[in-house]
């Protein structure tokens, strides 16, 4: 991408989306190593667990799928180690309505209220069998961390799909 943007011979609008698609990569590359180490995120320096969706919201707008972010009910307080989890279980079902379920609109809810938090994320995807997919001892890393992430801060995560209808995933915490 480097390289490419430093062709003179392109228009302005390709030079624009290569500029995003290389910012992109690199908030990506950093974002990876974040999560091999399980280190924090810098979405989430200095501000509340909503803050940070935002901040995610805004770096995925610039692709073709809108992702829209609701927020219910006044802030609380959650422990790094939730609003770590709950982001990045929230990374990985975006990330597979992106990458397998080729879907066109995705939400996300965040609901606090006086002894839980709840994040819900729904894709109008092509959905999949959980049941074929949801294998914790043996297959797809993905669904797998997200329940063990969900766990690690007393939380429970459920996953609700039907091929041809989207998925929605939900996690539950006490606050």
């Given at each position: 991408l480097e390289a490419t943007l430093k062709m003179t011979e392109m228009s302005k609008e390709i030079r624009s989306r290569l500029t995003t698609?290389?910012?992109?990569?690199?908030?990506?590359?950093?974002?990876?190593q974040h999560v091999v180490w399980d280190l924090g995120t810098p979405l989430l320096n200095g501000v509340e667990l909503h803050d940070g969706l935002r901040k995610m919201v805004t770096l995925l707008a610039a692709g073709a799928v809108p992702v829209e972010l609701m927020v219910v009910g006044p802030a609380v307080a959650l422990s790094s180690a939730c609003k770590h989890h709950l982001l990045r279980i929230a990374q990985e079902a975006i990330n597979n309505a992106l990458r397998h379920a080729s879907a066109k609109r995705i939400q996300i809810s965040l609901i606090y209220a006086e002894r839980t938090i709840t994040l819900k994320i729904v894709d109008d995807g092509v959905g999949f069998s959980v049941d074929e997919v949801d294998d914790r001892e043996f297959g797809h890393f993905g669904l797998r961390g997200m329940h063990e992430r969900a766990v690690k801060f007393g939380g429970a995560l459920s996953v609700n799909s039907t091929p041809g209808e989207g998925t929605v995933v939900q996690v539950v915490a006490p606050i």
């Open positions: 698609a290389r910012d992109m990569v690199s908030f990506t590359r950093r974002e990876v």
